[in-house]
């Protein structure tokens, strides 16, 4: 049975943002090491869908913050928990994994990591490619 091609939603802590009506399968999964991700996760990494932006719905309001020159990081203005991340200029969405509702959408682990320069040197990587800054083109 495919999952990826039925509706998955999900939401912040606090329910007030109301995310993710996703009708495709992601592009990519990864996983981020970099600072920011650590800190707005409260985790050693934050793990990303990347979907393409039309394929997502989100309700309810979000704040925004630019996390980089073009970096746009939405969260609940209520609970603070992170909801998604765009870049200008790029078709694309990254999503939180830990906000669907739903455990095991995706079946196969992040394909990459990067940021690894910021990774906890006990974290293994399970052979994933691992790049010290964003992934190359």
């Given at each position: 049975m495919n999952n990826h091609r039925q509706?998955?939603?999900g939401?912040?802590?606090c329910g007030a943002v109301r995310v993710l009506q996703v009708n495709d399968a992601p592009k990519e999964?990864?996983?981020c090491h970099c600072i920011t991700c650590r800190r707005i996760h409260g985790a050693p990494f934050g793990v990303?869908?990347?979907f393409a932006r039309d394929a997502v719905e989100i309700t309810g309001d979000t704040l925004a913050w630019p996390s980089s020159e073009t970096g746009r990081r939405h969260?609940?203005?209520?609970c603070g928990s992170p909801i998604y991340l765009a870049f200008d200029g790029v078709d694309e969405i990254e999503v939180p994994t830990s906000l669907f509702?739903?455990?095991g959408l995706?079946?196969?682990p992040p394909q990459y990591e990067i940021w690894c320069k910021s990774a906890e040197l006990w974290h293994d990587a399970q052979g994933r490619p691992r790049h010290v800054r964003a992934r190359p083109d």
């Open positions: 509706r998955h939603e939401c912040c802590a999964v990864n996983l990303y869908a990347i969260h609940c203005p209520t509702d739903e455990t995706f079946p196969l």
